[in-house]
């Protein structure tokens, strides 16, 4: 960064401190004369109200609360800098949110009868789901993925598989999204090589790839290689698309497993966005220009449980993003400032007890979500707390969002909690907790030193520890686990997975094998492992060519293994 | 929180006196969902316990021979990925076939009520799933361990 902007964080910062909400006479007067006596007649308890992200909340928000100029330098229009109202001018009356439910398990024929179901129920994009042997690049004839094939999503060990997923499905027509990080570039390259058979050409498709290593480290921890070899990768992956693919999005930045992982709102948020900055880094290292490449880059955060912290990260989200680009990147091009996000309803707060209770809280989430303006969500099912959902509860999560849609009227008006004192006031918080930890984190040499060092895991989990100690002691309830508790909980229908998905993915790949022309396999896995020796030449053409022979998942990332080694956490306990 | 406050009547703690409770925490198979583990860790040590972590993607023999080699009481296992019939009862078969009794076999995450049985009658207890009070699992463990102290001492 250059010198002008050496300070940018705190500089930011203090724009926070300039405007700290002091609550004014009006107030003050109103809690003498009213409230504390109102309070002491009715033997009222006070108690300290807070978020998850630790920030205090009072009764009441005024005028008073918010910053100088707030409506025209913060707050803005819809489609006008700095977004905080929405990226496009008429949001949902243009385009409603895509309803996208991540989807997989099994076999690749499981699976694709799975995405033709939502297709038919009128869902508008597809998400793939992948087993654990698939995120972490082995074949599911390795002995380490025995048991697990096909438990957590679906099973891809060569291109054929992903051929079967998407049987009779126009790669034309549909936009995918692929939940995979570290083997994102190969399965890329097996979406791709699946267009080019069907003879689509490669400006048509469309798709998302969540490749976010960063959170992987920070979070899912579903790693192959060191970070610094799987952000070459991704490096690689976001050069060759910019350039052949141009409606792929390449990184999809997650906050949402940093969330899961136990963190609060301002975390996610904060720790997300860091994650962001050091991807856009990266493109314009690779020399490319921000304008061109940040389109490309989307985002992906929880919608949890506390209503307004959760509307409020997501505005300052997007607020954040927009501020950040122009200002410290010089970013111009509006359109390139958009920060455009999936959301997916918190799994954490599901409830294994009374898993009905579960329909309520993913219809409160997901409300949090549009009223947030999101780009596309995933609902939760109300059986997930047990296992992978059923067809059932699948289709009530799905129905929630339509009846969110179609008969609350939410979306007929643009951000309409846009300008309620308390929101507005909380959105500033959300940023400003933001700055602060991206002020830190650049003390601390920027996140993928904080990462490395296990700074940023430790906070999670001490924010983890904390709000589980909250709940054991009733200061934060769930309902049906620590209140309201039934004795004789009665086990649901649940989706069962059987061995038969290891047994049948396990006799393909043998035939995969039988079939393949062993020569072009050597030959393209050779080639592969030159190319990624050499950290000036870029390894996608030659991941395709791989996939395209039948070299398997694992195959090709073993050339990485040895080329890179492989990664052991820091000590976190 | 005081170390004192999940010790409950019943169990013989006074073999426990000289040392603490060993357990070894330990996500088998290709799980990396750590959410849980490391909040058990944290709980363990605040209840007295000296507690070991594996790491993430140790190999059923690795969990094993960590466990035998730092002579734990207590194995905890968490897997959140299905696959918990399989990778838990690989570690129990290793122990019995290396004619190990003393160390106590515990697991928990996302265990279908159907599965439970299987596990128990691997000697795989409590199995327990998100919402679980951390007290049950602590109380839990001090059970398993005070049996598995039992026969070290034999």
């Known amino acids: ?573 | 929180m005081s170390g004192g406050m999940y010790l409950v009547d019943g169990k013989n703690l006074s073999l426990f006196k000289d040392k603490p409770i060993k357990v070894l925490l330990a996500k088998p198979g290709i799980d990396g969902h750590d959410r849980g583990v490391l909040v058990l860790a944290k709980a363990f040590r605040d209840a007295g316990m000296e507690v070991l972590y594996a790491g993430l993607l140790p190999t059923p023999e690795e969990v094993v021979d960590t466990a035998i080699n730092e002579d734990v009481d207590v194995i905890a296992l968490s897997l959140l990925n299905g696959a918990h019939l399989t990778v838990f009862r690989k570690i129990s078969e290793l122990l019995k076939k290396r004619g190990i009794d003393d160390i106590a076999v515990v697991g928990g995450g996302t265990i279908p009520d159907g599965d439970k049985p299987k596990l128990e009658k691997l000697g795989i207890t409590g199995n327990y799933g998100p919402g679980t009070p951390l007290s049950t699992i602590v109380d839990h463990i001090t059970a398993r361990a005070s049996e598995a102290r039992s026969r070290k001492m034999q």
């Open chain 1, 1 to 573: 960064m250059d010198g002008v902007k050496e300070n940018y964080w705190e500089n930011k910062l203090s724009e926070f401190r300039e405007a700290s909400g002091k609550k004014g006479d009006r107030i003050g007067k109103w809690r003498k004369d009213v409230l504390e006596p109102w309070n002491s007649r009715t033997k009222y308890e006070d108690r300290e109200y807070s978020n998850s992200s630790s920030i205090k909340i009072d009764e009441i928000y005024t005028s008073q609360d918010l910053r100088k100029n707030f409506e025209d330098k913060y707050l803005g229009l819809p489609g006008t800098y700095p977004f905080t109202r929405g990226i496009y001018p008429n949001m949902y009356r243009g385009k409603l949110w895509t309803m996208r439910m991540f989807s997989g398990f099994g076999t690749p024929e499981d699976t694709n009868k799975r995405l033709k179901y939502l297709i038919e129920h009128g869902e508008s994009g597809l998400s793939i789901a992948f087993d654990m042997p698939t995120l972490y690049g082995y074949d599911c004839d390795n002995k380490r993925a025995d048991g697990e094939v096909g438990r957590c999503g679906v099973n891809v060990s060569s291109l054929r598989d992903m051929e079967d997923i998407l049987s009779g499905i126009d790669l034309g027509e549909v936009s995918t999204s692929m939940t995979i990080n570290a083997p994102a570039a190969v399965l890329t390259a097996m979406y791709i090589a699946v267009a080019k058979k069907q003879g689509v050409p490669l400006d048509r498709i469309s798709g998302t790839v969540q490749a976010d290593i960063l959170k992987e480290y920070i979070a899912q921890k579903e790693w192959i290689y060191p970070p610094e070899a799987h952000l070459r990768l991704i490096r690689d992956m976001m050069v060759y698309c910019t350039k052949n693919v141009p409606k792929w999005n390449y990184i999809s930045i997650s906050g949402y497993h940093i969330r899961e992982a136990g963190s609060s709102a301002a975390q996610e948020l904060a720790f997300t966005l860091a994650d962001g900055f050091h991807y856009v880094d990266m493109g314009i290292d690779a020399g490319l220009d921000p304008a061109e490449f940040a389109p490309r880059l989307s985002f992906f955060f929880n919608s949890s449980i506390n209503f307004f912290e959760e509307i409020a990260k997501l505005r300052a989200a997007r607020r954040i993003w927009a501020t950040v680009l122009r200002e410290k990147y010089g970013v111009r091009n509006e359109r390139s400032l958009y920060l455009r996000f999936h959301t997916q309803t918190s799994g954490y707060t599901l409830t294994w007890q009374q898993p009905l209770n579960n329909i309520v809280r993913t219809t409160i989430e997901a409300m949090a979500a549009v009223l947030g303006g999101t780009q596309s969500l995933h609902t939760n099912s109300y059986d997930e707390a047990w296992a992978l959902p059923s067809e059932q509860a699948v289709k009530v999560a799905l129905r929630t969002q339509q009846i969110i849609a179609e008969e609350t009227g939410i979306p007929d008006t643009i951000d309409p909690l846009g300008g309620s004192y308390y929101l507005e006031w909380l959105t500033d918080r959300m940023e400003e907790e933001a700055f602060k930890y991206f002020s830190e984190i650049e003390k601390m040499g920027g996140i993928l030193q904080a990462v490395k060092t296990g700074y940023i895991q430790k906070e999670i989990a001490a924010t983890s520890y904390r709000r589980q100690i909250r709940i054991e002691q009733g200061k934060e309830v769930m309902v049906g686990v620590n209140k309201y508790a039934e004795s004789n909980e009665k086990p649901i229908n649940i989706l069962r997975i059987s061995r038969r998905a290891q047994k049948s993915q396990l006799s393909k790949l043998l035939s995969v094998k039988q079939e393949r022309d062993e020569k072009k396999v050597m030959e393209a896995l050779s080639e592969l492992e030159n190319a990624l020796r050499n950290p000036e030449e870029n390894s996608m053409p030659y991941i395709i060519r791989a996939v395209e022979s039948y070299a398997t998942l694992e195959e090709i990332s073993n050339v990485g293994r040895n080329v890179f080694g492989g990664w052991k956490e820091p000590v976190l306990v």
